[in-house]
Nanobody, 121 residues
Framework: QVQLVESGGNLVQAGGSLRLSCAAS????????VGWYRQAPGKQRELAAVITSGGSTNYADSVKGRFTISRDNAKNTVYLQMNSLKPEDTAVYYC???????????????WGQGTQVTVSS
C-alpha cells in the first residue's frame, strides 16, 4: 500500500505563497494520477488540481492561474505551488494518489492525512 504524507501547510497573509508537498512511500509498481483536494470548514472536499503520470494537469477554475501542480517521479513526490493566496483558499489540503501495487493488480487509491493552509486577510 502507498502511504502519502503532505507537508508545507502554514499560516500566510493574503497575496502570499506556499508550496505543498505530497511524498509517497511503500511498495508499489506505479503511481498514476495524483490530485490535490481541499476541504474548508463546513464544506465538501473539492478537487483543486490533478496531474497525470504523463504530466498533464488540470485545475479548478477557482485556482487556475494561481496554483501549479508538478511531480518529481524520482522522489515520488507531487507539489502544489500556491501563489496569490486568498482567504477563501483556507482549507485542509489532501493529496490522493491512484496507484498499482503490482503490474497485475487493479488500480487502488490512497489519501494523505492533510495539511492545514490558513490565509489571513
Amino acid at each position: 500500500q502507498v502511504q502519502l504524507v503532505e507537508s508545507g501547510g502554514n499560516l500566510v497573509q493574503a497575496g502570499g505563497s506556499l508550496r505543498l508537498s505530497c511524498a509517497a512511500s511503500g511498495r508499489f509498481f506505479s503511481i498514476n494520477n495524483v490530485g490535490w483536494y481541499r476541504q474548508a470548514p463546513g464544506k465538501q472536499r473539492e478537487l483543486a488540481a490533478v496531474i497525470t503520470s504523463g504530466g498533464s494537469t488540470n485545475y479548478a477554475d477557482s485556482v487556475k492561474g494561481r496554483f501549479t501542480i508538478s511531480r518529481d517521479n524520482a522522489k515520488n513526490t507531487v507539489y502544489l505551488q500556491m501563489n496569490s493566496l486568498k482567504p477563501e483558499d483556507t482549507a485542509v489540503y489532501y493529496c490522493l494518489a491512484e496507484y498499482k501495487r503490482t503490474i497485475v493488480t487493479p488500480m487502488a487509491r490512497s489519501w494523505g492525512q492533510g495539511t492545514q493552509v490558513t490565509v489571513s486577510s
